[in-house]
C-alpha cells in the first residue's frame, strides 16, 4: 500500500473523530492553552491594556462574544478537507473514468448529492492503490497531486484533534528575559514544551524547570 493510500485510510478512519470534536468548543490550536498562558504571562502588557482587553470580553456587541454551540476550527477544518476531496476525486473521474461499468461500485458518479469524506477519501485511495474500477490507472501528474492532497489534508485532520507534532517560535510580543526567541514544541499525544533558544531556559506547564 502506498503512503498515499495509507494516509487517505487514516483520513477516512479519523473523520468521526472530527464529528465527535464539533460540540467541543476548546480550541485546539497550536500552542496548547495552558502553556500558552503561561507564556502570556512574560509579556509586556500593562495593566491598562489588560484592562482594556477584559472589558472587551465582556462586551456584548464585540464579534464573538457570545457562545458558539459548535466548534468553529473544526468545522473549518471539515469544510476545506471534504472540499478538497472532492474536487480531486470529481477531476480524477473526469479525467480517467470509462463509459462502461455504468453499475460498478467503483465508478464515480457526477450526480446526486456529493459521497462524505470518508468514502470519498477511501475511494481516492483505492485509485491510489491501483484497485480496479471502470477507469485509467493514474498517470504520475496524477499521482503527485493526490499525494499532495492527502498529505495536507491528513496534516489538517490531525492538527485539528491535536494529533500532530508542533514546533513553532514565538513573535518577539513573548520573548524570553534575556531578549531570545522561545520555541514550543508540543502535539501527538506529548507535554507542550518551550525553551529560550538564546539562553537555553526551559519551560514545560508546571513553569520554569531549567534557566
Not at 472589558?55 to 456587541?61: D, Q
Request: net charge neutral.
Amino acid at each position: 500500500m502506498t503512503t498515499t493510500a495509507t494516509q487517505l485510510q487514516t483520513i477516512a478512519r479519523l473523520w468521526p473523530a472530527l464529528d465527535d470534536a464539533l460540540g467541543d468548543r476548546t480550541q485546539h490550536a497550536w500552542p496548547p492553552p495552558s502553556l500558552r498562558g503561561y507564556l502570556d504571562a512574560l509579556s509586556r502588557h500593562d495593566a491598562s491594556e489588560a484592562a482594556a482587553l477584559r472589558a472587551l470580553e465582556r462586551n456584548p456587541e464585540q464579534l464573538g462574544a457570545r457562545p458558539v454551540p459548535i466548534n468553529l476550527a473544526i468545522v473549518d477544518t471539515m469544510h476545506k478537507v471534504e472540499a478538497a476531496l472532492h474536487e480531486t476525486a470529481t477531476q480524477i473521474a473526469a479525467a480517467n473514468q470509462l463509459g462502461a461499468h455504468t453499475s460498478h461500485p467503483h465508478r464515480w458518479s457526477f450526480t446526486g448529492r456529493p459521497p462524505g469524506a470518508a468514502w470519498t477519501a477511501l475511494w481516492l485511495s483505492a485509485r491510489a492503490s491501483g484497485v480496479f474500477w471502470p477507469g485509467r490507472a493514474l498517470s504520475e501528474p496524477q499521482e503527485r497531486h493526490l499525494g499532495h492532497v492527502a498529505a495536507e489534508a491528513l496534516n489538517r485532520v490531525e492538527s485539528a484533534l491535536d494529533l500532530a507534532d508542533g514546533c513553532r517560535e514565538l513573535t518577539s510580543t513573548h520573548a524570553c528575559a534575556c531578549g531570545g526567541t522561545i520555541e514550543l514544541r508540543g502535539g501527538a499525544g506529548a507535554a507542550p514544551r518551550a525553551r529560550c533558544k538564546g539562553c537555553g531556559a526551559y519551560w514545560t506547564e508546571n513553569g520554569v524547570i531549567a534557566a
